[in-house]
């Protein structure tokens, strides 16, 4: 069993619960209330920011343009492509994408941004990648498992968010799990152990993320232009 077969095997529990979490589940069955869409998007926008940022740190420890052409594709497709699953909600909930931009985090959001940059920076390539790969990881699995337990059709409200995770024909986390493993594989059991819980925590608050935006998540003395983002050390 390869180390991220691994992972994904001690992590299937969070799978789970991520699939059968209320707000996942009100997306298979079309029904997301218009303010928690609102809520996950302007947490998503800045989450999505420090992912690139994330990427880009452990760009920077790359030693081969074929490591460095992984997470440049991977930075061009958050920029370029992981907007239209962002707009699939923002046409439900009948508001502009571009007026969900530049809001301040909610708790939750502010530390798995916190937990993936400082590891990006700090860490070596191995444990910068197991950060971000719950990610990915989760929302391939949560949309192929709706795919098949649904069957959405173009009909369906959330049909392009769906499909645009769960219908993907070669799973684009693919060649950083290929690439993980290789570095597993060179790494200390101590270093491997720091991949291993830096990657759980990551899916730990991906769970907490769609419980974020179910529950409208906000800081108790919340101001909705007050706060900004954090983004580095």
Request: hydrophobic content about 40%; aromatic content about 14%.
């Amino acid at each position: 069993m390869s180390f991220s077969e691994q992972l994904r095997k001690e992590a299937e529990p969070i799978f789970e619960a991520c699939y059968q979490h209320p707000f996942i589940q009100g997306v298979a069955k079309g029904e997301v209330e218009k303010e928690q869409l609102i809520h996950y998007v302007k947490q998503d926008f800045e989450y999505l920011n420090a992912m690139i940022q994330t990427k880009a740190f452990a760009m920077a420890k790359c030693k081969t343009r074929e490591e460095m052409e992984m997470f440049n594709a991977s930075i061009g497709f958050i920029l370029n492509s992981e907007i239209h699953p962002h707009r699939n909600f923002c046409d439900i909930a009948e508001v502009r994408y571009e007026d969900l931009q530049g809001f301040p985090l909610a708790p939750t959001a502010q530390n798995y941004i916190n937990h993936m940059l400082i590891v990006s920076q700090t860490g070596t390539l191995g444990e910068a990648i197991a950060v971000s790969m719950p990610c990915p990881w989760i929302y391939l699995y949560v949309g192929e498992r709706i795919l098949k337990e649904f069957e959405p059709d173009p009909s369906h409200p959330f049909y392009e968010w769906i499909s645009f995770y769960g219908a993907q024909e070669e799973p684009r986390m693919n060649a950083f799990l290929r690439k993980l493993d290789i570095l597993a594989e060179q790494a200390s059991e101590k270093e491997k152990q720091k991949m291993k819980d830096y990657f759980m925590l990551s899916c730990q608050f991906e769970y907490a993320f769609f419980d974020m935006a179910y529950k409208m998540e906000r800081w108790p003395n919340h101001q909705e232009r007050g706060m900004k983002p954090f983004f580095s050390l």
